[in-house]
């Protein structure tokens, strides 16, 4: 019985430089990209550029540079935290990958200029291979320098490729949808509720939504003056799980409805994934609200706060 030989070069998977503290740690990776970003803000290298995402807790602009490929009207990122310190789960999701969760409004900086977008990760599909072969195959001359950093010894295209494959692969890859009509959106808040199961929500409040936690960030508590305890408000969510490439569903997901467009129905999946929530003010407290009942899982981002109008108003 013959035994496998080595693997190729092709699909041996590439060994990180072990001391080198910039991609051991999530730390180390901050510090590296705030190392490099005076340069990058200034001038990118072509491969490359700086990533602007809005804080999902404090609403502040964040920057990171990062390796993005850009074709057309779209632009390819990858968040290497897995791949690179070698674990998986919430504590290797990047801050910036989190705060694109709760926001997708990002700008790009490129050689080519600043572009407004759209962030959203890649599923399955033709624009996942697309991008696969868009990051994976192309080699711009800053990457030598980017192979040798990450895993010492003469850097070469084939190197180069078989490095950014175990990065696309074991990391989480993403599409930059460029827009000059790119509308510009913060989150002021996030939902705290005990809902966190998103198929055992409610789909409406009034279905047995429980109590829930406004919780907005510092920079827009004035604009709470005027809400008190009895106050019917609503709440526009960002429904940061919705799939934004659905057009038409089944109402309510009940197949034995007949197929509608998104926009004559209440789905959460829709291209802006806006939430509207009517619902009662409990208590307010600093910088929170206590509201009922509210259908939206824990961790929603909130996008704005109107007050229901009566006649009079």
């Not at 674990?87 to 926001?103: E, K, M, Y």
Request: glycine share 10%; aromatic share 4%; proline share 9%.
């Amino acid at each position: 019985m013959s035994r496998p030989g080595p693997p190729t070069p092709e699909s041996a998977t590439p060994q990180e430089r072990k001391r080198n503290p910039f991609t051991r740690s999530a730390t180390g990776g901050r510090v590296l990209s705030a190392l490099m970003l005076p340069f990058f803000a200034v001038r990118p290298p072509a491969g490359f550029g700086v990533l602007t995402t809005t804080g999902r807790r404090t609403g502040k602009t964040r920057r990171k540079c990062v390796r993005v490929v850009h074709r057309g009207t779209e632009a390819y990122i990858v968040m290497l935290g897995p791949a690179l310190l070698g674990r998986a789960g919430p504590g290797t999701t990047s801050a910036w990958l989190l705060n694109i969760r709760a926001n997708p409004r990002v700008r790009l900086r490129l050689r080519g200029g600043t572009f407004a977008g759209i962030a959203r990760e890649l599923e399955e599909g033709p624009q996942k291979e697309q991008a696969r072969e868009a990051y994976c195959e192309t080699v711009h001359p800053f990457d030598y320098l980017e192979c040798d950093f990450h895993l010492g010894g003469r850097a070469t295209r084939a190197k180069i490729k078989q490095l950014h494959r175990h990065w696309f692969e074991t990391g989480v890859p993403l599409v930059v949808e460029l827009a000059d009509d790119a509308i510009e959106l913060s989150s002021i808040g996030r939902v705290e509720s005990a809902l966190t199961d998103l198929a055992a929500a409610p789909n409406q409040g009034d279905e047995g939504a429980p109590e829930a936690r406004l919780v907005l960030v510092p920079g827009v508590l004035e604009a709470l003056d005027g809400i008190a305890p009895g106050d019917r408000i609503i709440v526009l969510t960002w429904l940061d799980r919705a799939r934004r490439d659905v057009l038409r569903v089944h109402p309510r997901g009940d197949p034995a409805n007949p197929m509608q467009g998104v926009f004559a129905t209440r789905s959460p999946d829709r291209p802006n994934p806006i939430g509207l929530h009517e619902v009662d003010v409990l208590a307010v407290d600093g910088a929170s609200l206590r509201v009922r009942p509210l259908e939206a899982v824990h961790g929603t981002p909130i996008v704005d706060i109107k007050p229901v109008l009566t006649p009079r108003d």
